[in-house]
């Protein structure tokens, strides 16, 4: 019986390679797993927009020549959370009514209360 061989290159391997572990990592996220990675996102699809329309409002990707799909995808997969209709999600994050930057005001409210506490000689350690 003859088998049948396919031959790829060093490139292609590793191309294939990094597609199947990005896979992977989605398929992880959408099923409730934590991904194997040291850094992912544990917030929601919606924190993490609002979180990159203020990066992307704020020029500090560079220097604010940057499409929001392309600030919103780099964040997504540098943090393991796939968001692929970032669109929709601001347009909900648009139709809020009372504060429509939740996450936003809430990081600004941990921060100053972490540095209050600090200031006041209280220091929590984050990790275990």
């Known amino acids: 019986m003859k088998q049948n061989t396919i031959t790829i290159d060093k490139a292609q391997f590793e191309k294939i390679n990094r597609l199947v572990g990005e896979l992977n990592r989605i ?66 994050i648009r139709r809020r009514t009372d504060s429509r930057t939740l996450f936003l005001d809430e990081m600004k409210v941990k921060l100053n209360q972490r540095m209050d506490d600090m200031d006041n000689g209280i220091f929590r350690k984050r990790r275990n």
């Open 27 to 92: 398929f992880k996220t959408i099923s409730g797993d934590k991904p194997d990675t040291p850094l992912y996102w544990s917030g929601s699809k919606s924190d993490l927009v609002e979180l990159a329309y203020g990066i992307l409002e704020t020029k500090r990707f560079n220097d604010g020549d940057i499409d929001i799909q392309e600030a919103v995808q780099y964040l997504s997969q540098m943090l393991s959370f796939p968001v692929n209709d970032c669109y929709d999600i601001f347009r909900a």
